[in-house]
T-cell receptor, first 106, second 114 residues
Framework: EDQVTQSPEALRLQEGESSSLNCSYT??????LFWYRQDPGKGPEFLFTLYSAGEEKEKERLKATLTKKESFLHITAPKPEDSATYLCGGADKLIFGTGTRLQVFP | NAGVMQNPRHLVRRRGQEARLRCSPM?????VYWYRQLPEEGLKFMVY????????ESGMPKERFSAEFPKEGPSILRIQQVVRGDSAAYFC????????????FGSGTQLSVL
């Protein structure tokens, strides 16, 4: 069964404290992996698509990496405005993980 | 260029009534996807449509739920005879082409069944 699993479920960081979010997947024939950010009461907002193992993409304080089995979203020196739920999902399989709820405190 | 528009933003129904959720995709997008999200849970895929065609409805409940994307007008997700368990946020997304391209999401419709 195709599955996307994210960890941790919740993460509390102090402002400036770098960390990583994990997304592991068992999806046959996966052609791409998404990362999205979702703020409370809003729809998910696109961050990255990764297509092949070894690929990396960056946007401000975020960097996404991909291996054959998992993806990481690295957050460097986070700020309170980075607080959100981060979702990963299989691009052409239309499935998402349950997300990591990130809280960054000043 | 307006984003994906969903309405209503909030919808309250009593058990047994019908709920109609509307989604207008971004201009130029011909692919629409519906997802359901419960509190503290991820997005659950329901159905994927192109104009006038259902491409994948593997996530749709077998009864009471239907979706359409007519040649003209918005996509509609219809829930007949709603029950309390249907209460959730329903999100629509659109894309210009295949599912491997990024999805643009609307702000969702929060359905509450009394």
């Amino acid at each position: 069964e195709d599955q996307v699993t994210q960890s941790p479920e919740a993460l509390r960081l102090q402002e400036g404290e770098s960390s990583s979010l994990n997304c592991s997947y068992t999806v046959s024939g996966l052609r791409g992996l998404f990362w999205y950010r979702q703020d409370p009461g809003k729809g998910p907002e696109f961050l990255f698509t990764l297509y092949s193992a070894g690929e990396e993409k960056e946007k401000e304080r975020l960097k996404a990496t991909l291996t054959k089995k998992e993806s990481f979203l690295h957050i460097t020196a986070p700020k309170p405005e980075d607080s959100a739920t981060y979702l990963c999902g299989g691009a052409d399989k239309l499935i998402f993980g349950t997300g990591t709820r990130l809280q960054v405190f000043p | 260029n307006a984003g994906v528009m969903q309405n209503p933003r909030h919808l309250v129904r009593r058990r047994g009534q019908e709920a109609r959720l509307r989604c207008s995709p971004m201009k130029g997008h011909s692919h629409v996807y519906w997802y359901r999200q419960l509190p503290e849970e991820g997005l659950k895929f329901m159905v994927y449509l192109q104009k006038e065609n259902i491409i994948d409805e593997s996530g749709m409940p077998k009864e009471r739920f239907s979706a359409e994307f007519p040649k003209e007008g918005p996509s509609i997700l219809r829930i007949q005879q709603v029950v309390r368990g249907d209460s959730a946020a329903y999100f629509c997304a659109s894309s210009p082409g295949t599912t491997s391209e990024k999805l643009f999401f609307g702000s969702g419709t929060q359905l509450s069944v009394l």
